[in-house]
């Protein structure tokens, strides 16, 4: 039986743009829509692409409170305002023009990979735009105006999902789409990510994190040290988030598949190759179809090698959910030659790489999964 998989492409999420020197660049998604065309996995079979159009505010204002949404509007057409109240200033969250509609325009392309599979026109759909998981209801945090993952969760619930499981594999802490549902039973929430607080973003994460009173051990979180490489990132993934999504039966599956966790990513430490992407693919693929009727929503999320990794890792995912098992490793010619001259360096022509030594850190990593297994199962 051949599946339906959806690829969402919203071109007029470029205007996501932090502006000149902002890690979170646009090109991040622009080359992964390119290099997955080049490739031809847009045409492959059971592919389509989804449009996309700006969610409305009863999408937003289920997850962000109205003052906060006003704040940005005033804020991205020239007003200053309280925008400072909400998180808005120079560093992480400057301010852009247009960023209401930026941010809608990213979270309407979550909601339309969402609602697609929900439909049942598609059982997987990837958002590579999306993935902004750390703004909160009322804060714009961590690069993140609105949060796509939240506001597609909060749609699905809003159309008669029950429970909906939600799994983060970027290198920071899920902490908005945790805050959000922090007190919700009917939506898990994992995330597994580098923590070394007070050091390094956002802090939190914790594996004493578990959900709120109304929605006990609704939280699960997988805190792993700087360092930790492939072996040791995917014991901890197969441990722990199969068994409790299981555990769960979910009717969706939503993965947030942040790539800032490779080893040459400037924004964190830890040490994974495209083979983890490769085998988190499969694993959440596999994982989909045994406990969530193959309904599966992937976004993108973080990741700043923007032309030398985000793209390849983003296609291994896409590759994956296209069911395409015959990938070839070499990457187009023509995407390569695009990619480094805009890059200014030459990018990998191949997706696999070379394989790290283990460190220290790894056995510390496996430490941090027997607690969490404790903690979950004992
Ligand atoms: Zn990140
Ligand atoms: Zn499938």
Redesign the pocket.
Known sequence: MSEHVGLVLAPEARIYDHGHGHPLRPERVLLTWDLIAAIGLDRAAGVETLGASAASMTDLERVHTRPFIEATVFAGHGGFGEASAFGYGPGDNPIFPDMHEAGAIVCGASIAAARSVWLGETEHAFNAAGGLHHAMPARASGFCVYNDPAVAIAWLLAEGAERVAYVDV???HGDGVQAVFWDDPRVLTISIHEYEPPFFFPGTGSINERGGPGAPGSAINIPVPPGTGDAAWLEALGAIVPRAVADFCPDVLVTQL?C?THHTDPLAQLRLTTAAYREAARLLHRLAHDVAGGRWVATG??GYRWAHVVPRAWTLYFAEMAGVTDLADRLPAAWVEDASARAGSPVPATFSEPSLEMLDADAAATDVTAAVIDILWR
């Open positions: 970027d290198v920071h942040g800032d999320g973080g």
